[in-house]
């Protein structure tokens, strides 16, 4: 099994940019398709971004398309999300989440590992 360790979170104004980090550990990184999820207060748990185990292919949701970036680095074992032209509505508990069955996935169920969270918020 692997773990997550999410980090990068913050308070940003509307229009900035951050990055967030999800460390892994455990067996090996790059047999995992991960994933980008976030959940606002009172709303379920929604994709935002996957990518492939090799990197070579991502998808992302479609209100974060063109502002958002996702990337692995599988010889560090970690995972980004590159966050620019931020908006309030992006405002969430960011997880990172592995899934060892498939190539890549945008539905929450398929992903057999989560981790903590890293929450974002930006300000209007």
């Known amino acids: 099994q692997v773990q997550l360790v999410e980090s990068g979170g913050g308070l940003v104004q509307a229009g900035g940019s951050l990055r967030l980090s999800c460390a892994a550990s455990?067996?090996?990184?790059?047999?995992?398709?991960m994933g980008w999820f976030r959940q606002a207060p009172g709303k379920e748990r929604e994709f935002v971004a996957t990518v492939s185990r090799n990197g070579g292919t991502t998808y992302y949701a479609d209100s974060v398309k063109g502002r958002f970036t996702i990337s692995r680095d599988n010889a560090k074992n970690t995972l980004y999300l590159q966050m620019n032209s931020l908006k309030p509505e992006d405002t969430a508990v960011y997880y990172c989440a592995a899934d060892e069955n498939t190539m890549i996935s945008r539905i929450p169920g398929l992903y057999d590992y989560w981790g903590q969270g890293t929450q974002v918020t930006v300000s209007s």
């Open positions: 455990g067996r090996t990184f790059s047999v995992y398709a």
